[in-house]
């Protein structure tokens, strides 16, 4: 699926649906992201840089179109960093670091984005 596909994929969905299926995908990501704390064969994590970089791109998009620039600009880097294709090598060590504080974070974002709409 294309960025504009994913765009009218959320453009269709209405707000409600949107933030709860987003929110489902922050919580599976976060999962994800912490489930890399153990110990996997290298395709794991692969395929988690490459859910990690659509989902990024997912919630890049829907903060422009929320009109929130500085998320979207996080988001964007964060799935740059995450992107399968130039492996960045920052270590075992660091990238456990960096799962569980954007899984933390995910979490926290979703608790929030939920809070707001109840």
Do not use: H
């Not at 960093?81 to 130039?86: A, D, G, K, N």
């Amino acid at each position: 699926m294309t960025f504009t596909g994913i765009g009218i994929l959320l453009t269709f969905l209405n707000s409600g649906m949107q933030s709860s299926l987003l929110n489902t995908v922050k919580v599976g990501l976060a999962v994800l992201l912490f489930l890399c704390l153990l110990d996997w064969p290298y395709g794991y994590f692969m395929l988690v840089r490459v859910v990690a970089t659509v989902c990024f791109g997912v919630f890049a998009f829907a903060e422009k179109e929320a009109g929130r620039e500085g998320t979207m600009i996080l988001f964007i880097a964060l799935g740059l960093l995450f992107q399968p294709l130039v492996k960045l090598p920052l270590g075992r060590e660091l990238w456990n670091i960096v799962d569980v504080l954007l899984g933390i974070g995910l979490l926290v974002w979703a608790g929030a984005s939920s809070k707001a709409k109840s």
